[in-house]
């Protein structure tokens, strides 16, 4: 019913515009916090049927078209894209499909070696979390928290839904199992406090589809507009972030901005990017964590003080 705790928690977040909010801080001084999530991914040639989704456009099952053209990223489009991170000095948080440790571990050890940190994208991006169960969501943030601590030692942080799947329950259930930050909220250029069960925290740092090579590629734009998109959004927060910071997220498909045709324009839109003072090139982690530290409390106080709920606070 409204006004219950669970319909609060089914709106998520707290309604703050960005003219009327405490202001944001990034180490510093910087006025964007820049992170960059290549997609990492595994999509199986048979995949188990979803009676909601079917993971491949082309029926009837398989897609050879559709699985071999995401394979190309792995065999090939990776190495190239791994090369201009490498020129740039950029530290990327991988949105990965975690089988890619069993099934791609020269492209694993590749990753792991430059220190990139991993946000789960699932366990496969062919099977979606809409049809789980609240048990079996939960084992599954156990198997995505153990998967990567077996094979890199590192703390699950965060999560990018695979294909941007969802349940009810899925920001508790992340913050249940210790996760700090959901990446599938793409609705605003600061992260903001997300509300969730009982005294857990959550934030929702921002993802994009707007610098998003799979819709702008799907929508017939080419690797030049891409380009040009990218230098506007940079240009408008960082102008913007001299009042409070913001944040830019770019994200790139190995199968697409690694084709050789495009390649060197992931090349351009670091250059442009990296070339200005004031950015925080960073990890949706490191994010995370601050805006935890510094910000989280001061943004819920202000919903409050608004006579709104206070996104993450204990009902």
């Known amino acids: ?67 071999s053209q995401r394979d190309y990223g792995n065999r090939v489009g990776f190495w190239r894209m791994a090369e201009a991170f490498d020129r740039h000095d950029v530290k990327a948080t991988v949105s990965l499909n975690l089988a890619v440790f069993e099934h791609y571990p020269e492209v694993a050890d590749a990753m792991m070696s430059r220190g990139w940190e991993v946000m789960s994208h699932g366990i496969y991006n062919t099977r979606y979390i809409h049809a789980l169960d609240e048990d079996q969501e939960r084992a599954f943030y156990r198997e995505c928290i153990d998967t990567l601590r077996r094979h890199t030692g590192q703390q699950l942080l965060g999560m990018l839904g695979p294909a941007v799947s969802n349940s009810l329950a899925t920001p508790d259930l992340m913050a249940e199992a210790g996760l700090i930050y959901h990446a599938d909220w793409m609705h ?102 601050w805006f935890l530290e510094h910000h989280y409390d001061a943004f819920v106080d202000h919903a409050r003080d608004l006579g709104r709920s206070g996104a993450g606070r204990a009902r």
Not at 39 to 62: A, I, K, M, Q, S
């Open 188 to 289: 605003d250029d600061q992260p903001v406090p997300l509300r969730v069960r009982g005294s857990n925290r959550l934030v929702s740092v921002p993802y994009t589809t707007e610098l998003n090579d799979v819709p702008v590629y799907l929508q017939h734009f080419e690797a030049e507009d891409f380009v040009a998109m990218a230098k506007a959004q940079f240009d408008v927060l960082w102008r913007e972030g001299e009042e409070s910071g913001r944040v830019m997220c770019l994200a790139v498909h190995p199968y697409l901005m690694g084709a050789p045709h495009r390649a060197r324009h992931l090349d351009e839109i670091f250059e442009y990017v990296l070339g200005h003072e004031g950015v925080w090139q960073t990890t949706a982690g490191s994010i995370a964590s």
């Open 1 to 67: 019913m409204p006004g219950s705790a669970d319909a609060g928690r089914e709106q998520r977040v707290d309604y703050l515009p960005m003219v009327d909010r405490p202001r944001v801080t990034w180490p510093d001084g910087a006025r964007v916090a820049f992170w960059v999530a290549p997609n990492v991914e595994h999509y199986e040639y048979l995949p188990p049927r979803d009676p909601t989704r079917n993971p491949w456009v082309r029926n009837p099952h398989p897609d050879v078209q559709g699985y």
